[in-house]
């Protein structure tokens, strides 16, 4: 078996840092590779691995998945025993539904707020729509916990998907100083605190 994930600059790259912690938590040795954004040659170079054009992009001994929430279900499929979704069908449901609304949304917090790991800003005035997301954000990660969390610190209690999937929302948490309830704030300490999440960091801010 031979994993290779490539990814983006890991002080920005929010689409990538999920499949990352999805194929950390499988325990699967892989091999990274890293391509720079906001490069003049950033595209050529994406393009000799992805055909979207776009890391992250995953290569299983030369079976290509691209779209990083076609990766986590694809990981959840090749290695079933790390229980990347959570048993329940109920819960199952309630976390692919969350994992698709975060996929897909949350347009102004993602433009307002864009992943930087290497410094923080926290922000004087929140604008409204962005607002409304945390708000969103922070019931959705409010619910999980209180529905489905006992076994654990993460939304369904052991990580998955799920926590892959907003793990970067978390750090947007962080670093913009956006308040969100008790719960979110112990669940974004939990996912702050993950090994894999520390790892990222730390490569993040040494390559400055
Ligand atoms: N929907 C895609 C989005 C991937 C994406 O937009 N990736 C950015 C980096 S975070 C990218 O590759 N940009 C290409 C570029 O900068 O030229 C996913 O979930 O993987």
């Known amino acids: 078996m031979s994993l290779t994930l490539v990814v983006g600059t890991k002080r920005w790259s929010s689409w990538s840092l999920r499949p990352w912690m999805a194929l950390s938590a499988t325990g699967a040795p892989f091999r990274q590779v890293l391509v720079e954004l906001r490069q003049p040659e950033t595209k050529a170079k994406i393009l000799e691995y992805s055909p979207s054009g776009k890391v992250p992009m995953l290569d299983d001994d030369g ?19 790390a229980g990347l979704w959570p048993e329940g069908r109920e819960a199952r449901a309630l976390a692919r539904s969350v994992s698709a609304e975060m996929h897909a949304g949350f347009v102004p917090l993602r433009s ?91 490569e993040a801010k040494l390559a400055g």
């Open 112 to 202: 307002a707020c864009p992943m930087d790991l290497a410094e923080d800003h926290p922000m004087a005035e929140i604008p409204d729509d962005v607002k409304a997301d945390v708000a969103r954000i922070d019931a959705i990660w409010t619910e999980c916990r209180n529905r489905f969390g006992q076994g654990g610190p993460f939304l369904f209690g052991v990580f998955s998907n799920a926590d892959a999937m907003y793990a970067p929302v978390v750090t947007r948490i962080r670093t913009y100083a956006l308040p969100v309830g008790a719960v979110s704030e112990a669940y974004c300490d939990a996912i702050m605190a993950h090994p894999a999440m520390q790892a990222w960091i730390m």
């Open 63 to 81: 079976l290509k998945v691209w779209d990083s929430l076609a990766i986590c279900e694809y990981l959840a499929e090749r290695f079933p025993e």
